[in-house]
Nanobody, 121 residues
Framework: QVQLVESGGGLVQPGGSLRLSCAAS????????MGWYRQAPGKQRELVAA???????NYADSVKGRFTISRDNAKNTVYLQMNSLKPEDTAVYYC???????????????WGQGTQVTVSS
């Protein structure tokens, strides 16, 4: 199994920045797609950003130009740099590791415990 631990959340004023970290228990980035999801009360969970093992990235329209996902393979850590934060970014942010065919028969998902991000003045 893969364990994921998020850190870096907290309270920040609008326009501020935070960097979230997701540390994996073992080296997995060679085959897993890593993603950051968020869920706010009363809203559906949404994909914020993802990075494939090959380094391709994808972002939700709401965060393009403000958030950047990256990884450090040597440290088994994925980061989410969040700039120009807005109140609507307030949510619990979850790290996700996804593995599917051809590496597995069925898709595997591993989740971190989540870290709270609150953007408020």
């Amino acid at each position: 199994q893969v364990q994921l631990v998020e850190s870096g959340g907290g309270l920040v004023q609008p326009g501020g920045s935070l960097r979230l970290s997701c540390a994996a228990s073992r080296s997995i980035f060679s085959i897993y797609t890593m993603g950051w999801y968020r869920q706010a009360p009363g809203k559906q969970r949404e994909l914020v950003a993802a990075i494939t093992s090959g380094g391709s990235t994808n972002y939700a329209d709401s965060v393009k130009g403000r958030f950047t996902i990256s990884r450090d393979n040597a440290k088994n850590t994925v980061y989410l740099q969040m700039n120009s934060l807005k109140p609507e970014d307030t949510a619990v942010y979850y790290c996700n590791a996804n593995l599917g065919p051809p590496f597995t028969i069925a898709t595997l998902d591993y989740w971190g415990q989540g870290t709270q991000v609150t953007v408020s003045s």
